[in-house]
């Protein structure tokens, strides 16, 4: 069995930051990509940011620019640093990994439970 458990989301005034921080337990062989998706009110769910195992990283386009996105590997975490964060931010954040757990060794999606961040203007 593997888990995410993620940390960090809140609430902040327009221009705050948050950090978020996603770790994974259980039985993992190896983690080929980690990030971080999110789900408005009303809107579909986004990929915000993601950082792949050989370091590489991607940003939703909003983000650029306000958001870093980390990883390590070894300890199986992800973390998202916000800044300069905006009321259209506001969601609930979904960590998200690519994990082999089984003899096959495929990767298989998994989803924290979620996180609320709120910012107000």
């Known amino acids: 069995q593997v888990q995410l458990m993620e940390s960090g989301g809140g609430l902040v005034q327009a221009g705050g930051s948050l950090r978020l921080s996603c770790v994974a337990s259980g039985t993992i062989l190896d983690i080929n990509r980690m990030g971080w998706y999110r789900r408005a009110p009303g809107k579909q769910r986004e990929l915000v940011a993601s950082i792949s195992s050989d370091g590489s990283t991607n940003l939703v386009d909003s983000a650029k620019g306000r958001f870093t996105i980390s990883g390590d590997n070894a300890k199986k975490e992800v973390h998202l640093v916000m800044n300069s964060l905006k009321p259209e931010d506001t969601a609930v954040y979904y960590c998200?990994?690519?994990?082999?757990?089984?003899?096959?060794?495929?990767?298989?999606?998994?989803w924290g439970q979620g996180t609320q961040v709120t910012v107000t203007s």
């Open positions: 998200n990994a690519w994990i082999a757990w089984k003899r096959d060794w495929r990767f298989y999606d998994f």
